[in-house]
């Protein structure tokens, strides 16, 4: 599958705009292809209380499954002015597990694998029984 980076660093500009970040100021929008084809997007939601922010990824994965499920096979995450972030170390382990496999991300440091992005990860194979 060709992946048109520049668009979807779009969408995940546009998703930043319904971002709701009036503590930190730092809007987030994400956006991510999915198996079928379809994009589905995110933005942060802030609370007073900081620990109950969800962050855009969290957003983009209720999207996934409000919209009818699937696995995310690309993947891009920015700031308010369009500028490619780095998933956090939980939003990292959030996306593994929703992630065909394979799935590319757009980072900082250029394009690269969720196994890269988060080798090992824990996942669904490690709490099956023996």
């Known amino acids: 599958m060709e992946i048109n980076w520049e668009k979807l660093r779009l ?31 995110g933005a942060n939601v802030e609370n007073a209380s900081y ?16 919209s ?12 308010a002015d369009g500028a490619v ?3 956090c170390g939980r939003c990292r382990q959030l996306l593994s597990e929703h992630a065909a496999a394979g799935m590319m991300l757009e980072t900082v440091s250029g394009i690269k694998s ?11 194979s490690d709490l099956e029984e023996s």
Request: charged share 15%; glycine share 10%.
């Open 114 to 124: 969720i196994e890269e992005v988060i080798p090992d990860a824990f996942g669904p």
């Open 68 to 79: 009818g499920g699937g696995k995310l096979v690309a993947f891009c995450c920015v700031d």
């Open 11 to 41: 969408q995940a500009l546009q998703a930043s705009k319904n971002a709701y970040a009036p503590y930190s100021k730092f809007p987030v929008g994400a956006a991510a292809i999915v198996d079928d084809g379809r994009v589905v997007t």
């Open 85 to 87: 972030i780095m998933p």
């Open 51 to 66: 620990g109950l922010t969800l962050c855009a990824e969290c957003s983009l994965i209720s999207e996934l499954f409000a």
